[in-house]
């Protein structure tokens, strides 16, 4: 099969292919193999002009960090990874942020790659809010935002103490940008987007001498898709095998989380977490109230897989005996009134409990962190709360700190409302937890370290419980799995004791997994 005169611009990175899998080696995916070895053959040594910048220029500086009682000498390299077709021509330019510590030939030392989801967003919230060895200044430990929002400061909780680290921005957000001959929603699937973030991994690995490195993977909701997709390609295409993966507030089954009139199940699984949210805003009857929150969330569960399960699988169908019962407990749980619940046929979406739960004082609660109140006729509280937060402290810190400069917008978040799910879709709704057993059975020294807050009702809690109880795993492989939950929503970091705590648990977890 010749490729070497086909051009790029129709199907930009035709992807997900399997040439190591001879149980899926049909043509379609000698296609994809072919397209992948035109498209991502080669480093190519041309700097191309992006926006005014040279692309291929980085930007290195050298700096210190105290962590604790420790110094650790480190080196920042900021700049562009280019993509280019094997005619050396450039497909797009992915930005990064790069921190490595130490001895730069020692192999043993870690090396994570760390994003965030969307998608559509920027690799900027983790890297500002926990992991990089600078984080944005909060007003207080729960992370509202101070008066002076570009301010930052030295992070002594940085996993660089036990990691390097690689900030990746995907195609269309940060700085990074496809070509302007290139339409760059070609970039928007599950599987392009996984090409292309997988070969800017490939490429890293080779030409920083990282190929021996213990590897890990970081990615925050829709990036927890992406790693575990990121770990199937780069273990099929490359024999690139991983030490571990980290998944923050992980979306793992759409179904979970989307409702609908036809889908009952997210009713079950967001339940619990809506308890919290009425815990922390003091809704609910004092022998509630008292509970620490690991054990309302359980007690609610119990119910919710109990009675209210029942309840929803009889539709229209369910006694009126049962629901009294049930509409009883839910006032009981979530502190909303009998009125708004039998209107809602005992069924109340994220967006009905957040806007409900504190009407009385004219305010509604965070979808991503049920913490954070506004005003009822504003947006999303919790995110409003960050986004210029961590733009601004952003901007600051890459030019005065990282000496790197950029006339693009920095877009910590794109919207994209085409994105191609692909064939990760079933019955219309992403489900990766098929991909994440394949690569926990292909690979069984494979870690995979959870993490979840209470207050997150983007991804509740139980939504990654109910997966990861469902993937089939055998005890030994179940057992490479650990949850942590924390008392935070959705960036569970921007809570300075849970970014405590989250930095303690991942160097154990770092641990277990070398």
Not at 166 to 171: A, E, L, R, T
Not at 347 to 352: F, V
Request: glycine share 6%.
């Amino acid at each position: 099969m010749s490729t070497s005169h086909r051009q790029p611009s129709k199907r930009l990175i035709s992807l997900i292919n399997h040439p190591h899998n001879s149980l899926k080696s049909n043509l379609v995916l000698l296609v994809f193999i072919a397209a992948v070895t035109l498209l991502f053959s080669s480093w190519g040594n041309a700097r191309y002009s992006m926006g005014g910048y040279n692309a291929g220029q980085l930007a290195i500086t050298d700096h210190v960090l105290h962590t604790g009682k420790n110094v650790l000498n480190y080196k920042a390299t900021t700049g562009y990874m280019p993509l280019v077709d094997k005619q050396s021509k450039p497909l797009a330019n992915i930005f990064y942020v790069a921190y490595t510590a130490g001895n730069a030939t020692d192999n043993t030392r870690p090396v994570t790659f760390v994003f965030n989801g969307g998608p559509g967003s920027a690799a900027i919230w983790l890297h500002m809010g926990s992991f990089g060895p600078v984080r944005v200044l909060f007003k207080n430990d729960k992370g509202d935002a101070p008066e002076k929002s570009e301010a930052y400061a030295d992070n002594p909780y940085s996993w660089l103490g036990f990691t390097d680290l690689v900030f990746i921005d995907p195609v269309a957000t940060g700085y990074s940008r496809a070509q302007e001959d290139v339409n760059v929603k070609q970039f928007y699937s599950y599987k392009n987007d996984v090409a292309s973030i997988g070969e800017f991994i490939r490429l890293y690995l080779e030409k920083n001498n990282r190929q021996n490195s213990p590897k890990f993977l970081a990615g925050e909701s829709y990036g927890a898709v992406r790693a575990i997709g990121l770990a199937e390609y780069l273990q099929d295409n490359y024999k690139v095998t991983l030490n571990g993966i980290t998944l923050i507030s992980p979306a793992l089954n759409y179904q979970l989380i989307k409702f609908n009139d036809t889908n009952q199940q997210p009713y079950s699984y967001y339940l619990p977490s809506y308890a919290a949210a009425a815990q922390y805003h003091h809704r609910l009857a004092p022998a509630l109230q008292q509970l620490p929150v690991q054990q309302l969330v359980a007690k609610v569960t119990a119910f919710a897989r109990g009675s209210y399960s029942l309840f929803l699988s009889e539709g229209n169908s369910a006694p009126e005996s049962l629901t009294n019962k049930v509409i009883d407990s839910l006032h009981y749980f979530t502190g909303l009134s009998e009125e708004t619940l039998r209107r809602a046929h005992g069924r109340i979406t994220d967006n009905q409990f957040c806007r409900a739960l504190l009407r009385s004082d004219s305010l509604t609660i965070g979808t991503f962190d049920s913490r954070f109140t506004g005003a009822a006729a504003n947006a999303d509280p919790s995110e409003n709360n960050l986004r210029g937060l961590f733009t601004h402290a952003f901007n600051n810190y890459i030019v005065n700190g990282l000496q790197y400069q950029n006339n693009l917008p920095y877009k910590a978040t794109v919207a994209i409302g085409d994105w191609d799910y692909g064939t990760r879709k079933t019955n219309s709704y992403l489900d990766i937890s098929e991909t994440l057993k394949k690569v926990m059975v292909q690979n069984p020294l494979l870690k995979i370290n959870i993490a979840a807050g209470y207050y997150d009702l983007a991804t509740p809690v139980n939504t990654t419980a109910y997966v990861i109880d469902h993937l089939g795993l055998s005890p030994q492989l179940r057992g490479n799995i650990s949850i942590d939950h924390y008392e935070s929503g959705h960036m569970i970091y921007i809570s300075k004791t849970a970014n405590h705590q989250f930095r303690q648990n991942a160097e154990k977890f770092y641990q277990t997994a070398l």
